[in-house]
């Protein structure tokens, strides 16, 4: 058992130092969703046009490509549209903006949450889909209960007159 000690403690700690070490090349910045130019990110006026781009991987042609596949302008216009609602998630990758539940101050006792998913690289009424969930306070437990389609349709509408706004600033600016 003593063996085992000795042996044990030095090959964990020389294998946690390796681990360490071999970490020590990563780049910790990551850019953010709010700042197009920010760790290479090319802005959506730029080159690429609607696109966010972050480049290739490092590790030459096998690097794994890392273009987030979504339309940039909608991107930001559904972060800006959905900012009164606390963000659960947000996957720029994906294309997914999840809220967590709002209630709104009018209404105490009526609570709602949003996903949105962007789904192309292209500034469509297609690219953009909003769920809304709806729950209401019943008996000191919140009871699911179906959202009106028009909350989901008039995110949707709103979503898209910001990211033609954002992509006509872009154009302007140029």
Do not use: H
């Amino acid at each position: 058992m003593r063996i085992i000690q000795r042996i044990a403690v030095p090959a964990s700690l020389a294998l946690s130092v390796l681990s360490l070490s071999a970490c020590s090349g990563v780049k910790t910045s990551a850019p953010t969703v709010d700042n197009y130019e920010m760790g290479g990110m090319g802005s959506p006026a730029e080159g690429s046009g609607s696109l966010f781009t972050l480049g290739k991987g490092t590790s030459g042609n096998n690097g794994a490509n890392t273009n987030i596949q979504v339309n940039a302008y909608l991107w930001r216009a559904t972060l800006d549209t959905l900012s009164f609602m606390p963000l659960a998630s947000a996957d720029p990758f994906g294309g997914v903006i999840i809220t967590d539940w709002y209630s709104p101050p009018s209404e105490p006792g009526t609570r709602f949450k949003a996903n949105a998913y962007i789904l192309s690289k292209t500034l469509t009424a297609d690219a953009i889909q909003v769920s809304v969930f709806e729950q209401l306070q019943q008996g000191g437990a919140w009871v699911d209960t179906p959202a009106d389609p028009s909350l989901a349709s008039g995110l949707e509408n709103r979503i898209l007159a910001r990211a033609a706004d954002l992509q006509a600033a872009a154009k302007n600016t140029k």
